[in-house]
Nanobody, 123 residues
Framework: VQLQASGGGLVQAEGSLRLSCKDS????????VGWFRQAPGKEREFVAS????????YYADAVKGRFTISRDNAENTVYLQMNSLKSEDTAVYYC?????????????????WGQGTLVTVSS
Protein backbone atom coordinates (compact mmCIF):
# COMPACT_ATOMS: atom_id res chain seq x y z
CA VAL A 1 0.00 0.00 0.00
CA GLN A 2 1.31 3.44 -0.90
CA LEU A 3 -1.11 6.29 -0.35
CA GLN A 4 -1.23 9.70 -2.00
CA ALA A 5 -3.66 12.31 -0.67
CA SER A 6 -4.69 15.26 -2.79
CA GLY A 7 -7.41 17.85 -3.23
CA GLY A 8 -6.64 20.25 -0.42
CA GLY A 9 -6.61 24.00 -0.86
CA LEU A 10 -8.00 27.32 0.29
CA VAL A 11 -11.77 27.65 0.50
CA GLN A 12 -14.17 30.10 2.08
CA ALA A 13 -16.37 29.13 4.99
CA GLU A 14 -19.49 27.23 3.90
CA GLY A 15 -17.65 26.08 0.79
CA SER A 16 -16.81 22.54 -0.32
CA LEU A 17 -13.77 20.47 -1.18
CA ARG A 18 -13.26 16.86 -2.19
CA LEU A 19 -10.14 15.08 -1.03
CA SER A 20 -8.82 11.98 -2.77
CA CYS A 21 -6.61 9.21 -1.45
CA LYS A 22 -5.13 6.96 -4.11
CA ASP A 23 -3.19 3.76 -3.58
CA SER A 24 -0.52 3.75 -6.26
CA UNK A 25 0.25 0.07 -5.63
CA UNK A 26 -3.37 -0.94 -6.15
CA UNK A 27 -3.42 -3.14 -3.07
CA UNK A 28 -5.72 -1.54 -0.51
CA UNK A 29 -9.05 -2.86 -1.80
CA UNK A 30 -9.16 -5.30 1.16
CA UNK A 31 -8.34 -2.64 3.76
CA UNK A 32 -10.50 -0.19 5.61
CA VAL A 33 -9.39 3.39 5.00
CA GLY A 34 -9.66 6.38 7.26
CA TRP A 35 -9.16 10.12 7.13
CA PHE A 36 -7.50 11.98 9.99
CA ARG A 37 -6.56 15.61 10.41
CA GLN A 38 -4.09 17.63 12.41
CA ALA A 39 -4.47 21.33 13.07
CA PRO A 40 -1.49 23.48 14.12
CA GLY A 41 -0.61 22.85 17.73
CA LYS A 42 -3.14 20.05 18.11
CA GLU A 43 -3.02 16.28 18.09
CA ARG A 44 -4.05 14.24 15.11
CA GLU A 45 -7.76 13.43 15.23
CA PHE A 46 -10.04 11.00 13.48
CA VAL A 47 -12.40 12.30 10.80
CA ALA A 48 -14.03 9.35 9.00
CA SER A 49 -13.49 5.74 7.99
CA UNK A 50 -14.89 3.30 5.46
CA UNK A 51 -14.80 -0.49 5.35
CA UNK A 52 -13.15 -2.44 2.57
CA UNK A 53 -16.25 -2.69 0.41
CA UNK A 54 -17.68 0.62 1.47
CA UNK A 55 -20.64 -0.88 3.28
CA UNK A 56 -19.76 0.62 6.64
CA UNK A 57 -18.81 4.19 7.37
CA TYR A 58 -18.03 5.99 10.61
CA TYR A 59 -17.68 9.70 11.32
CA ALA A 60 -16.42 11.95 14.05
CA ASP A 61 -19.22 13.95 15.64
CA ALA A 62 -17.58 17.19 14.49
CA VAL A 63 -18.06 16.34 10.80
CA LYS A 64 -21.18 14.19 10.86
CA GLY A 65 -23.74 15.47 8.37
CA ARG A 66 -21.18 17.65 6.55
CA PHE A 67 -18.53 15.17 5.35
CA THR A 68 -19.04 12.00 3.32
CA ILE A 69 -16.48 9.27 2.82
CA SER A 70 -16.70 6.93 -0.16
CA ARG A 71 -14.47 4.63 -2.16
CA ASP A 72 -14.03 3.30 -5.68
CA ASN A 73 -11.97 0.13 -5.46
CA ALA A 74 -11.78 -0.13 -9.24
CA GLU A 75 -9.91 3.18 -9.16
CA ASN A 76 -8.05 2.35 -5.92
CA THR A 77 -9.28 5.66 -4.51
CA VAL A 78 -11.08 6.82 -1.37
CA TYR A 79 -12.79 10.20 -1.30
CA LEU A 80 -13.75 12.65 1.40
CA GLN A 81 -16.43 15.09 0.30
CA MET A 82 -16.41 18.06 2.67
CA ASN A 83 -19.35 20.47 2.62
CA SER A 84 -20.31 23.43 4.78
CA LEU A 85 -16.70 23.89 5.76
CA LYS A 86 -15.87 25.84 8.90
CA SER A 87 -12.70 27.60 9.98
CA GLU A 88 -12.17 24.88 12.58
CA ASP A 89 -11.85 22.34 9.75
CA THR A 90 -8.53 23.93 8.82
CA ALA A 91 -5.87 21.24 9.13
CA VAL A 92 -3.58 18.89 7.28
CA TYR A 93 -5.68 15.92 6.26
CA TYR A 94 -4.15 12.45 6.12
CA CYS A 95 -5.52 9.23 4.72
CA UNK A 96 -4.53 5.89 6.17
CA UNK A 97 -5.14 2.24 5.38
CA UNK A 98 -6.02 -0.07 8.23
CA UNK A 99 -4.59 -3.49 8.94
CA UNK A 100 -8.00 -5.07 8.54
CA UNK A 101 -11.18 -4.76 6.54
CA UNK A 102 -12.96 -2.70 9.18
CA UNK A 103 -11.64 0.10 11.34
CA UNK A 104 -13.00 3.05 13.21
CA UNK A 105 -11.29 5.88 15.05
CA UNK A 106 -8.23 4.35 16.69
CA UNK A 107 -4.95 5.56 15.20
CA UNK A 108 -3.32 2.26 16.13
CA UNK A 109 -5.68 0.42 13.76
CA UNK A 110 -4.04 2.06 10.78
CA UNK A 111 -0.81 0.79 9.30
CA UNK A 112 -0.15 2.82 6.16
CA TRP A 113 -0.25 6.62 6.01
CA GLY A 114 -0.22 9.12 3.17
CA GLN A 115 1.70 12.38 3.22
CA GLY A 116 -1.19 14.74 3.98
CA THR A 117 -2.91 17.56 2.12
CA LEU A 118 -3.56 21.00 3.59
CA VAL A 119 -7.09 22.37 3.86
CA THR A 120 -7.47 26.02 4.82
CA VAL A 121 -10.91 27.46 5.45
CA SER A 122 -11.14 31.23 5.58
CA SER A 123 -13.91 32.89 7.56
Amino acid sequence: VQLQASGGGLVQAEGSLRLSCKDSRRTFSNNAVGWFRQAPGKEREFVASISWRGGSTYYADAVKGRFTISRDNAENTVYLQMNSLKSEDTAVYYCAAARGSFARDSVTSYQYWGQGTLVTVSS
